[in-house]
RNA sequence: GCCCGGGUAGUGUAGCCUGGUAACAUAUGGGACUGUGGAUCCUCUGUGCCGGGUUCAAAUCCCGGUCCGGGCCCCA
């Protein structure tokens, strides 16, 4: 029995494992990259404050939360975005607009572990800010998007609504800001019985409320908001709005996207737009991504700016691309030289050393194992091909070169040996 | 915080119901076959999540904890 185990909620990673996890890092980055997204850093703890700003006091049931040794009251983060827009507040808000930066770290949170949600887990994110447009917003989803075709990853639904179509009928319930909040709580989980007995009297307006219900049912393509249109008495700017998102999302080259009027997420910062990303293979955890248009920087004491952004679950996705089958390679070995005798290790050495020199991956036998065993080890680590240097070779100055795939084999000069590899 | 199911060599499993010498496969280490080999053969090492209870005796039954998994709550 091990005397220390890992804490709950963790993991450690292995050298397979790691190999696929940065090869998805990689794609992702390359996505962003693609897009003039740049990618930003910021500290893996920050002021326990700056969370609750964000997120309200409840919050810090659910993160690390201490004091350091100067009484500074500090937090593991929970998420990105937070940081982000106060690097942004602190250093960005005088740099061209608009803004585009993506980041990738760690996060903690003080939770019930679950399949697809650790304590300490991954966070990939974008942020488009200072371009109040609905160009931003497509660009943003857009961005999210072929991150996920880049990957492979076809099996998702993506679904976008928006936040002024609930708000007008939360308008018309005449409620405190509180209960508004509720109400979009509510919406947000899909609670019907909940709203069908609104607190504060609201339910006095039947008909309101089952049109809401009935608009918040509502999903699927562009005709979508055709129906909304009927429940709405004719319309609503944000339907317009939605109606173009979609125009501009099929010029991308995405048409698979749904309209949900349901899609409300939590938080009230979110002033438009707001979208969500499932993977339906995942079960319970399945949302894979989640984000939208809103105001934060003016909460952080910086001029009000609109932005757009996102996070993705890092974990999830590695999860999906796994219950999808999506192959992601692991870094395999490219050379293991095998000296089969004393003289020929030194000669092994020099060409291990001019491989690697030469970008090449290479390892050689360190174990004096026999040729049964470490050609065995080199199947294991799948190497590409084995280099043999025993005494005939080493007469003739030249070495075997032995592909592990076909099996086909060549004596090769040493001399001649970066030519033919 | 709540409900359910689990935890046996590194890994995967059997045994648990019905208490009595912990088993099998595979992997790792070593060795043989002494340069055409990824095979085969031999061999060493290594195991009951933790704590308590019942019992002559606990992997097995009971209680508590812990971790993992499925779900609820929550999900910024």
């Given at each position: 029995m091990p005397e220390f185990q890992r804490p709950r909620g963790t993991r450690d990673f292995g050298p397979a494992e790691m190999a696929k996890r940065r090869y998805v890092e990689a794609k992702m980055r390359e996505t962003a990259r693609l897009f003039g997204f740049g990618e930003v850093m910021t500290p893996t703890f920050e002021s326990t404050e700056l969370f609750v700003a964000r997120s309200g006091e409840g919050i810090i049931e659910e993160l690390y939360a201490f004091e350091d040794k100067g009484n500074r009251k500090i937090s593991l983060r929970p998420e990105l975005t937070a940081s982000v827009m106060r690097f942004y507040v602190n250093e960005m808000q005088n740099l061209p607009k608009p803004v585009k930066i993506f980041y990738f770290g760690?996060?903690?949170?003080?939770?019930?572990?679950?399949?697809?949600?650790?304590?300490?887990?991954?966070q990939l994110g974008a942020e488009l800010i200072g371009a109040p447009s609905i160009e931003s917003d497509a660009e943003v989803i857009a961005l999210a998007l072929a991150t996920l075709k880049n990957l492979g990853l076809e099996d998702v639904v993506v679904r976008i609504g928006h936040l002024g179509v609930l708000n007008k009928f939360i308008d018309e319930f005449g409620v405190k800001k509180d209960t508004q909040i509720e109400i979009r709580r509510m919406i947000d989980k899909q609670d019907f019985e909940s709203l069908n007995t609104l607190p504060d009297g609201a339910t006095a307006n039947k008909d309101v409320n089952d049109r809401l219900i009935k608009l918040i049912r509502l999903k699927g393509g562009a005709e979508t908001i055709q129906k909304a249109r009927e429940l709405m008495d004719g319309g609503d700017p944000s339907?317009?709005?939605?109606?173009?998102?979609?125009?501009?999302?099929?010029?991308?080259?995405?048409?698979?996207?749904?309209?949900?009027?349901?899609?409300?997420?939590?938080?009230d910062y979110y002033t438009g737009m707001v979208f969500e990303i499932d993977a339906p293979s995942l079960g319970a955890e399945k949302q894979i991504c989640g984000g939208g248009a809103y105001t934060l920087a003016d909460l952080f004491g910086g001029q009000e700016v609109n932005s757009t952004g996102y996070a993705f679950g890092f974990d999830r996705i590695m999860l999906a691309l796994e219950k999808s089958g999506v192959d992601v390679p692991s870094q395999n070995l490219e050379i293991y030289i095998l000296p089969i005798c004393d003289e020929a290790k030194i000669a092994a050495i020099k060409i291990l050393s001019e491989l690697r020199n030469a970008g090449i991956s290479a390892d050689m036998d360190?174990?004096?194992?026999n040729m049964s065993k470490a050609m065995k080890y080199a199947n294991s680590v799948g190497a590409g091909k084995v280099i043999i240097i025993g005494e005939k070779e080493l007469a003739e100055k030249s070495v075997t070169v032995r592909d592990m795939k076909t099996g086909e084999q060549a004596r090769v000069l040493i001399s001649e040996l970066n030519d033919y590899l």
């Open positions: 760690n996060c903690f949170r003080y939770e019930r572990p679950q399949a697809g949600r650790y304590r300490e887990f991954f339907l317009d709005y939605l109606a173009d998102l979609l125009d501009r999302l099929n010029a991308y080259g995405f048409d698979n996207c749904q309209v949900d009027f349901g899609v409300a997420r939590g938080l360190l174990m004096s194992r």
